[in-house]
């Protein structure tokens, strides 16, 4: 696989839940590459389980507390002539997984890499939700804090492209509120355990999901689709035209 002497880094996108998601050239590309950079190295293990690829010869991991000290150790592989594999638990590496620091590293040193194209929650999300797809921002996970959180709506308030987010099922309740009290009463989709068993997709209004979900908590990875600042999808205060539907479950 390498070219020119330096090895290639491929970044691999895995199922973000159902196995079977898996695409052919990743699953060639696990079987072949002598090592593999990897989230945490269980999960990776059960994927290759799955499909009877054997453990490579250099399995290690990399993830938020180790990507400086991992990055360098991939670029001297890559530089050494060896072929390295970078996966996440779920989905693509970089888009709110680890990744961004040795992907910059490999392309600052003229390193060679490839994109194995697969699974990505917010594009599930997105397609599910029946908003706008035409333009859209990802904005990865929000801040804890409630101010911070707040200052990450307001400077999306007055966008009219389609917002999508991940957030931790013990903090959608309070994202969805800061949300609402921010951008104004809009059309949202929450779309939880994308491609599993369990997978379900709510749409409405801000209001009535924020209120729902202050007292109810669920289980599982969401992710969070709101439309942009366009009146179609917007709910002014006191109009009674603009009343929501019922929220519509799609299990």
């Known amino acids: 696989m390498n070219t020119e002497g330096k090895g ?3 970044i691999i996108a895995t199922p ?3 196995l079977e998601d898996i ?4 699953l060639k590309v696990l ?3 002598p090592a593999l950079a990897c989230e945490d190295t269980r999960v990776t293990r059960k994927l290759l389980s799955r499909y009877e690829i054997p453990r490579p010869k250099n399995m290690f991991s990399y993830h938020e507390h180790n990507e400086e000290r991992s990055a360098k150790g991939i670029v001297a592989l890559l530089e050494a002539g060896e072929d390295v594999g970078l996966c996440s638990n779920a989905g693509m590496p970089c888009l709110s997984d680890p990744g961004y620091r040795v992907v910059a590293e490999a392309v ?3 390193l060679p890499l490839e994109v194995i194209p697969g699974p990505n929650a917010a594009a599930a999300a997105l397609v599910l939700s029946g908003l706008p797809t035409s333009s859209y921002t990802f904005l990865g996970f929000p801040p804890r804090k409630p101010g911070p959180r707040r200052r990450f709506f307001q400077e999306e308030a007055e966008r009219p492209h389609t ?3 991940h957030e931790s099922p013990f903090r959608l309740g309070a994202a969805l509120r800061d949300a609402l009290s921010i951008l104004g009463d809009r059309r949202v989709a929450l779309a939880v355990e994308l491609t599993k068993l369990h997978q379900k997709v709510e749409r409405g209004w ?3 999901l924020a209120d729902e979900y202050s007292e109810k908590t669920i289980r599982g990875e969401v992710t969070v689709v709101i439309a942009g600042n366009k009146p179609k999808f917007l709910r002014l205060a006191g109009n009674p035209e603009e009343e929501p539907d019922s929220p519509i479950s799609n299990r």
């Open 16 to 18: 973000i839940g159902n």
């Open 23 to 26: 695409s052919a050239r990743a």
């Open 8 to 10: 290639c880094l491929y």
């Open 31 to 33: 079987s072949e590459v």
């Open 206 to 208: 801000l209001s009535s």
């Open 163 to 165: 917002l999508i987010f």
């Open 108 to 110: 600052g040193a003229g």
